[in-house]
């Protein structure tokens, strides 16, 4: 049982550049998200998925897209990535209205 | 909106030392409270959590009591090991439509030296 996965691990852009970030949970759950972290600013989300074929704005969607594949996979992209997208991305799923989320490993992204 | 606040790290503590972290929260209604822990080069995972005030969560040897007249959800641990050497994130969530969404602390890094 993997839980999520998430790939690549590292990545570095050129400003304008773009990239997809993949994202995919075996656990059958219906709620996905995308975050970013940033030194003392804690994590922030971009989107979520609260179920298969719906996605909605979080706090900080700008520059980015998603889409909601299907049930296990949730993309996001970069469609011309700027430094300040510099981050570490979480990808993260939970149970409708369950109280857990579940977290991936991280895709630590440099754009120069 | 809602918030959470955490104490200013890093917290540098020799092995077998009391820890306590700090985080008090905002919000409207009841939220569930949360802690999640990052080792390094790790995603975070889930350490403990309350839904209700009163309500204490536990785990390997980690404690923290959901205080509503505080608003706090302060993190305990009566003797540190090494091994403990993360970052903690206090979290809180209210559900939101279909999907619960969680609003992170900033975290704080625990160092534990021998």
């Known amino acids: 049982n993997a839980g999520v996965t998430q790939t690549p691990k590292f990545q570095v852009l050129k400003t304008g550049q773009s990239m997809t970030l993949q994202c995919a949970q075996d656990m059958n759950h219906n709620s996905m998200y995308w975050y970013r972290q940033d030194p003392g600013m804690g994590l922030r989300l971009i989107y979520y998925?609260?179920?298969?074929?719906?996605?909605d704005k979080g706090e900080v969607p700008n520059g980015y897209n998603v889409s909601r594949l299907n049930k296990r996979e949730f993309s996001l992209r970069l469609e011309s990535a700027a430094p300040s997208q510099t981050s570490v991305y979480f990808c993260?799923?939970?149970?409708?209205?369950?109280?857990?989320?579940?977290f991936g490993p991280g895709t630590r992204l440099t754009v120069l | 909106g809602n918030s959470v606040t955490q104490m200013e790290g890093p917290v540098t503590l020799s092995e077998e030392a009391f820890l306590t972290i700090n985080c008090t929260y905002t919000a409207t209604g009841y939220p569930s409270l949360f802690w999640y822990v990052q080792y390094p080069g790790e995603g975070l995972q889930l350490l403990l959590k309350a839904t209700k005030a009163d309500d204490k969560g536990s785990n390997k040897g980690f404690e923290a009591t959901y205080r509503k007249e505080t608003t706090s959800f302060h993190l305990e641990k009566g003797s540190v090991q090494v091994s403990d050497s993360a970052v903690y994130f206090c979290a809180l969530r209210e559900a939101f439509g279909t999907a619960s969404k969680l609003t992170f602390g900033t975290g704080t890094r625990l160092q534990v030296t021998l």
């Open positions: 993260a799923s939970s149970e409708a209205f369950g109280n857990t989320q579940y």
């Open positions: 998925s609260a179920s298969e074929g719906t996605t």
